[in-house]
Nanobody, 126 residues
Framework: HVQLVESGGGSVQVGASLRLSCVDS????????MGWFRQAPGKELEGVAG????????AYARPVKGRFTISRDNAKNTLSLQMSSLKSEDTGRYYC????????????????????RGQGTQVTVS
């Protein structure tokens, strides 16, 4: 059972940076594709970035490409999202999610079903 806990959200100004983290307390992290999703008020959940189980392959949604970086440390059961040059449209609740293989880094961007999702962390950019 994958249990995911996010942290690192907050309220920042336009142009600032934030780093989100996600810990897998179930310790099955290394075998799953992982990803970050976000949901803005009144909008649907959207995939932001995805990463392969070994961390070698990543994929990003067009609005965040070049500004966000997804990474993982399987030894520490941790997934991260480094966000820079934040914009007001990046505001939303950010969720860490996992998908059991078979999968690839594109999974979060292609609306593939997720296996588990955390409770989320709020990011507000103004």
């Amino acid at each position: 059972h994958v249990q995911l806990v996010e942290s690192g959200g907050g309220s920042v100004q336009v142009g600032a940076s934030l780093r989100l983290s996600c810990v897998d307390s179930g310790h099955v992290y290394s075998t799953y594709c992982m990803g970050w999703f976000r949901q803005a008020p009144g909008k649907e959940l959207e995939g932001v970035a995805g990463i392969s189980p070994d961390g070698l392959y990543t994929a990003y949604a067009r609005p965040v490409k070049g500004r966000f970086t997804i990474s993982r440390d399987n030894a520490k059961n941790t997934l991260s999202l480094q966000m820079s040059s934040l914009k007001s449209e990046d505001t939303g609740r950010y969720y860490c999610a996992a998908r059991k293989p078979p999968c690839n880094s594109q999974w979060a961007l292609e609306s593939e079903a997720l296996t588990a999702r955390g409770q989320g962390t709020q990011v507000t950019v103004s």
